[in-house]
């Protein structure tokens, strides 16, 4: 059973950083690629970077890209470095399991159907 438990969230003044973690279990790691995803108050989930765990494909949703980096550890778990962070950013964050094949034939940046485990989520505060 896939079993993910996120880590690290908290509140800071913009322009902070913080380094989420999703400690994985429970699955082949090499099959699967772990997906960050955060949701405001009243918005719908989204996407903000995934990664393959067998060979470190990333990719980062427009909103982050530049200002994060997200990495594997060797025991596979998996960071977000998140830089400048900026009051838009306040989210409760959620990473998510899905199969590294589904994800890179799926034509899309964040194929959120096919993700079919998800952590339970810790929140981010930012401050102006």
């Known amino acids: 059973e896939v079993h993910l438990v996120e880590s690290g969230g908290g509140s800071v003044q913009a322009g902070g950083s913080l380094r989420l973690s999703c400690a994985a279990s429970?699955?082949?790691?090499?099959?699967?690629?772990i997906g960050w995803f955060r949701q405001a108050p009243g918005k719908e989930r989204e996407g903000v970077s995934w990664?393959?765990?067998?060979?470190?494909?990333a990719y980062y949703a427009d909103s982050v890209e530049g200002r994060s980096t997200i990495s594997v550890d060797s025991d596979k778990t998996v960071h977000l470095q998140m830089n400048s962070l900026e009051p838009e950013d306040s989210a409760v964050y959620y990473c998510?399991?899905?199969?590294?094949?589904?994800?890179?034939?799926?034509?899309?940046?964040?194929?959120?159907?096919?993700?079919?485990?998800w952590g339970q989520g810790t929140q981010v505060t930012v401050s102006s």
């Open positions: 998510a399991a899905i199969l590294r094949a589904l994800l890179l034939r799926s034509g899309e940046n964040f194929p959120i159907k096919y993700f079919n485990s």
């Open positions: 429970g699955f082949r790691f090499d099959d699967y690629a």
């Open positions: 990664i393959t765990l067998s060979d470190g494909i």
